[in-house]
């Protein structure tokens, strides 16, 4: 039995299509990550997900239990950390801990020992209330909440938005040693990077599901070559290089550009004589794609670039 | 002027907290210079600052050739400022907007007409410059509060954080944008959490606890750190400084 199925589900807000047919399944034990820019559909579908929105059509079950006739006993299995703060400001670190055991009827004390790899961070300010906290310290209690009823799945939307890149490694290492303790975990996030992180990724773009997928797998489905060029006036070369006869498309990643082209002749040599044709002098070699290079190509593909 | 921004021995202390430590720093003409640091370590403080928002402790800010502690108005006129929180009027069209933010700038009748349809060609925003702004997608409309923040002509523009939630294809464009800018002479300072759009800068500044850890190009930055992206370079920096509040 998946931790997470989800069967057809579409939801509007008035005219605006949130979600058209999405489906998706979790497996029990796995890191998954939900990953599309703002306003693709991923806190909709988490909300879903959570027991929080019901669909308008399709349906979700968690370990089994259906999202909207069960959703009682689904509040119990999982832990929820939404995307904007929503503890309690004016009770303290320590308060918020014990309020949120003693809704879900445990104790801190129960089960410290799944939650002390984050709240320990915490202890040295137990006594401020946590609408006084600095960022970082606000998510890790709420994660701390998050998991103190011992959820069989952890939910978080978009932990990482607004988060300096410390902060998300630490986060991240987090994740991983929940998981560790067979805790399944749903994470949605807005960057690409994130997705070597999971055991699998589904993408999501404008309410649909582009694609589920290991991270490997996604790049495996690139169905072009792919070069990088790294030229000193990189930038001023673009759309030069986005007339050559065998560009499909050409983007920045990084300090290079990686073209694409379904020219299957098209040699780290060739590319690079052409590109001299046009004036350009680069260092060409030929890479493999990554899940952000599939999804670029899954947006222009499906003209979902406007 | 040789510099568009200059700053020197800046320090902004809140009661016994020195949020920002002695920096010292210049950005050229038409260059885009990348603000970096953890959460806390004085980016916004410093941007607030050079806007005139904020007044230093101690140390020097020449913006535009303006001095922060004595013309900060004439700061105010010479910069374009666009946060990651959208600023637009969502229920107006984008050709109402621009006219909106025109007006506030100062431009009205055929002067600010013109520069609007400037704006249109320079965005290629034609086909949407009648469509109410809160039914674009979020890439587009990052590009349209950057149009919008450049209504005024200013030669300096801040840019915090323009990127946030935007799409990958979304992302690149609105960059390819900033280098186009960059190279009709605006001068870009910006703030991302990406580390790949650091990559994406002429220079970068990394601050860690309110002073400058780093700050070169980011090809210089990597080699004589001896790392291979500015993410591990940021990793490496940062939690130098961490050590320290935590």
């Known amino acids: ?306 | 002027m040789t510099n568009a921004i200059e700053v020197e021995n800046l320090v902004k202390r809140f009661g016994s907290f020195i949020a920002v430590n002695h920096l010292t720093f210049s950005v050229g003409k038409g260059e885009i210079f990348g603000l970096l640091g953890a959460n806390g370590a004085g980016k916004t403080t410093t941007i607030r600052m050079l806007c005139g928002l904020l007044s230093p402790t101690s140390g020097k800010i020449s913006v535009a050739g303006y001095d922060a502690y004595t013309q900060p108005e004439q700061i105010r006129a010479s910069i374009g400022y666009m946060s990651q929180k959208f600023s637009l009027y969502s229920d107006l069209t984008v050709w109402e907007n621009i006219r909106f933010f025109g007006g506030i700038y100062g431009l009205w009748g055929k002067e600010l007409r013109i520069r609007a349809l400037e704006l249109v060609e320079e965005f290629k925003m034609h086909d949407f410059k009648d469509t109410k702004v809160e039914s674009l997608p979020v890439g587009w409309r990052q590009r349209i509060s950057l149009a919008v923040s450049l209504v005024h002509k200013p030669p300096i523009i801040f840019l915090d954080e323009p990127t946030s939630g935007v799409d990958p294809v979304g992302r690149r464009m609105f960059w390819e944008t900033i280098h186009q800018i960059s190279s009709m002479g605006t001068t870009v300072l910006v703030t991302t959490h990406y580390m790949d759009e650091a990559e994406y800068c002429h220079t970068v500044l990394v601050m860690v606890d309110g002073r400058i850890e780093a700050q070169g190009a980011p090809a210089q930055l990597k080699s004589t750190h001896g790392v291979e992206s500015m993410n591990d370079l940021f990793l490496l920096l940062s939690r130098n400084g961490k050590l320290n509040i935590e």
């Not at chain 1, 303790?181 to 999971?198: H, N, W």
Request: charged share 20%; proline share 4%; glycine share 8%.
């Open chain 1, 1 to 306: 039995m998946p931790a997470i199925q989800v069967t057809n589900i579409s939801k509007s807000y008035g005219k605006v299509k949130a979600l058209t047919d999405v489906s998706l399944s979790v497996e029990e034990g796995e890191m998954f990550g939900l990953i599309g820019p703002d306003g693709a559909g991923k806190s909709t579908l988490i909300r879903i997900i959570t027991t929080l929105l019901v669909p308008d059509s399709g349906n979700v079950t968690v370990f089994g239990l259906d999202t909207v006739s069960q959703y009682k006993l689904i509040r119990g299995e999982i832990g929820y950390m939404p995307a904007v703060f929503s503890l309690y400001s004016d009770l303290t670190v320590e308060e918020n801990l014990n309020f949120f055991a003693g809704v879900f009827g445990t104790t801190v004390k129960e089960n410290y020992e799944l939650v002390k790899g984050v709240y320990h961070m915490l202890e040295p300010f137990r006594n401020r209330p946590a609408g006084k906290l600095s960022g970082g310290m606000k998510q890790k209690l709420a994660l701390s909440c998050a998991l103190i009823h011992r959820p069989r799945v952890l939910i978080l939307d978009e932990p990482t938005t607004g988060v300096d890149a410390v902060s998300r490694k630490e986060l991240w290492d987090l994740l991983h040693s929940i998981k560790k303790q067979g805790i399944t975990v749903f994470v949605s996030t807005a960057y690409m990077d994130e997705a070597k992180q999971c055991d699998r990724v589904a993408l999501i773009q404008k309410g649909r599901i582009l694609g589920t997928n290991t991270p490997e797998g996604f790049a495996e489905m690139f169905p072009y070559k792919l070069f990088s060029i790294q030229a000193n006036n990189a930038w001023s070369s673009l759309d030069a290089i986005r007339h050559l006869s065998t560009c499909e498309t050409a983007y920045m990643f990084g300090d290079s550009i990686h073209f694409a082209t379904n020219y299957n002749e098209e040699s780290p040599e060739s590319l690079h004589d052409r590109l001299m044709s046009v004036g350009v002098e680069a260092n060409v070699a030929q890479i493999q794609a990554s899940i952000e290079d599939y999804f670029i190509y899954q947006l222009s593909e499906k003209n979902l670039v406007k």
